[in-house]
């Protein structure tokens, strides 16, 4: 499974995006997850998205201001009221998992930056 991230941008705090992770394959036997990485600091799960029932989870920090989704071969991540910590690096990941652990996921996308920032 090849995953291809986008969405990523510039936007004032208290502002909106929506990340795109558009996959190769089917993703019915993956769990599939966000996660983000700022500068200095350790990889973490932002939400992850059953592709076998469209269960959803969500960090704590995250629960209510961001919203996973998926519609076929396209998992989106849809951020509203974003902070400034909000800032990083934000990957598409795709595994036999619905783990926190990054290092369950098997593919990866090749990430896109989002910066929060007035």
């Known amino acids: 499974v090849q995953l291809q991230a986008s969405g990523g941008g510039l936007v004032q705090p208290g502002g909106s995006l929506r990340l795109s992770c558009v996959a190769s394959g089917r993703l019915d036997h993956y769990g599939i997850g966000w996660f983000r990485q700022a500068p200095g600091k350790e990889r973490e799960r932002v939400s992850c998205?059953?592709?076998?029932?469209?269960s959803t989870y969500y960090s704590d920090s995250m629960e209510g201001r961001f919203t996973t989704s998926r519609e076929k071969n396209t998992v989106y991540l849809q951020m509203n009221s974003l902070k400034p910590e909000d800032t990083a690096f934000y990957y598409c990941?795709?595994?036999?998992?619905?783990?926190?652990?990054?290092?369950?996921?098997?593919?990866w996308g090749q990430g896109t930056q989002v910066t929060v920032s007035s």
């Open positions: 998205i059953s592709g076998a029932d469209g």
């Open positions: 990941a795709a595994g036999p998992t619905l783990s926190t652990n990054a290092t369950s996921y098997w593919y």
